[in-house]
């Protein structure tokens, strides 16, 4: 760096304070997080703090789960009231998983309640790097679906009225899926 860019005076930052732009790092309790599922199959998910394999501080989130064919499993963070997100074009997050090619749908909730959600679904598969490390996964407002059986399929997430996330998760082939993959650091950006 030049010695004229250091006396450059710092331009302040528009007031975005780092508690929120984060939704999550796992460094504290996870129990504002939920486990979903088809309650008609025998399916499970559990997720908890790893401390062993994480990208950023102390932990991560471990998300396990063991999918019955035809049904579906979601690890859930659903706010009481809606947030204004319109700050941010989207979000981020970090994955590490066991298996390359490990697919997981990363959800943000629209609506205006907990009772009435939308799902907004980023479908991706984990890259080599997510098995060999941690993969930084990108999530732009405007590449989010609504969920397939969530109205006309026109909808658009609305992040001026966000309501939460998701990891969701479904049986790629009709076999059950037992598997677990870990998520760090989730920043709005
Ligand atoms: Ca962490």
Same mark, same amino acid.
Do not use: C
């Given at each position: 760096m030049s010695t004229a860019a250091e006396a450059r005076p710092e331009v302040p930052k528009p007031s975005q304070t780092p508690a929120a732009r984060l939704i999550d790092d796992f460094e504290r309790a996870v129990d504002a997080w939920a486990a979903?599922?088809?309650?008609? &199959?025998d399916?499970?998910?559990?997720?908890?703090? =790893?401390?062993?394999? &994480?990208?950023?501080?102390?932990?991560?989130?471990?998300?396990r789960y063991d999918l019955a064919p035809e049904s579906w499993a979601t690890c859930s963070l659903v706010y =009481?009231?809606?947030?204004?997100?319109?700050?941010?074009?989207?979000?981020?997050?970090?994955?590490?998983?066991? &298996?390359?090619? @490990?697919p997981v749908t990363i959800v943000a909730y629209?609506?205006?309640?907990? =009772?009435?959600?939308l799902l907004f679904e980023y479908r991706l598969k984990a890259g080599p790097s997510a098995v060999k490390g941690w993969q930084q996964i990108d999530v732009r407002w405007e590449q989010l679906k609504p969920a397939?059986? @969530? %109205?006309? %399929?026109?909808?658009?997430? =609305?992040?001026?009225?966000?309501?939460?996330?998701?990891?969701?998760?479904?049986?790629?082939?009709?076999?059950?899926?037992?598997d677990q993959l870990w998520i760090d650091d989730i920043p709005l950006r």
């Open positions: 979903f599922r088809d309650e008609a &199959k399916t499970r998910l559990a997720f908890d703090r =790893d401390p062993q394999i &994480k990208h950023g501080g102390a932990a991560s989130l471990r998300v =009481d009231q809606p947030r204004n997100w319109s700050g941010f074009q989207g979000l981020s997050l970090y994955l590490h998983a066991e &298996k390359e090619g @490990q629209g609506g205006t309640s907990p =009772d009435d959600l397939p059986w @969530q %109205g006309d %399929g026109t909808g658009k997430f =609305d992040p001026r009225s966000a309501m939460g996330v998701a990891f969701a998760f479904e049986p790629s082939e009709g076999d059950r899926n037992l």
